[in-house]
């Protein structure tokens, strides 16, 4: 079965300073990964989505970009962080079935 | 523009009655809903999903019922338990859409004993 490893759980960073949240995926290979945020009031918005290794889709105009490394590895990043950035962002990647397996999720606060 | 709606931000039952969430979509091209249900400060978990080719899938205690004519999904949880409390988002996905997901705001259940 899949597994989705994500961290760290929670992140408190100043306004202006970078970010690199990572996701790293067990139990399958060459998975389409997904990242999404959950800001308050708001359902789970699809930032980016990743088929391959280096393919990366930006679903959303915004201060933060996603790079795909390795097959199992997707991070989310940002040069200078923004007060409109804190939410919890989630990992996701693609299951059998069509359902996702999430990752447990990093809620980021941007002071 | 919101292509997929939950117009109740909550619902209260009592356990062991029925909870009834209901969720709209616009987009005709959707073909695969999905419930997920969340805990807080949890990443969401998967719990039934249902092909435009069908109008009910059920699972245990949950069944999902599409209506295609109206854009109109529902989850049914019969009986409803404590451990149900929860947020639950409808998703939806079109064809040949990467398995993008398309989320609802969510509905706060909350089963009382």
């Known amino acids: 079965s899949q597994t989705i490893h994500q961290w760290p759980a929670t992140l408190v960073q100043p306004v202006g300073s970078p970010l690199s949240l990572e996701c790293t995926v067990e139990g399958t290979s060459n998975p389409n990964l997904y990242w999404y945020r959950q800001a308050a009031g708001r359902g789970l918005q699809l930032l980016f989505y990743s088929v391959g290794i280096g393919q990366i889709s930006s679903e959303v105009p915004q201060n933060l970009s996603a790079s795909r490394p390795q097959d199992r590895q997707f991070i989310l990043s940002s040069k200078k962080l923004l007060l409109s950035d804190s939410g919890f962002y989630l990992c996701?990647?693609?299951?059998?079935?069509?359902?996702?397996?999430f990752g447990s999720g990093t809620r980021l606060t941007v002071v | 523009d919101q292509q997929v709606k939950q117009n109740s931000p909550s619902l209260s039952v009592q356990e062991g009655r029925i909870s009834i969430l209901n969720c709209d979509y616009t987009?005709?091209?959707?073909?695969?809903f999905l419930w997920y249900k969340k805990y807080p400060a949890e990443g969401p978990t998967f719990l039934i999903s249902i092909s435009s080719i069908k109008d009910k899938n059920e699972d245990g205690r949950f069944t999902v019922f599409l209506n295609k004519s109206a854009k109109h999904l529902s989850l049914h949880i019969v009986p409803s338990q404590p451990g149900d409390s929860a947020v639950y988002f409808c998703a939806a996905s079109e064809e040949g859409s990467n398995y993008k997901l398309t989320f609802g705001k969510g509905t706060l259940l909350t089963v009382n004993p």
């Open positions: 987009n005709s091209m959707f073909d695969y």
């Open positions: 996701a990647c693609e299951g059998l079935g069509g359902g996702y397996t």
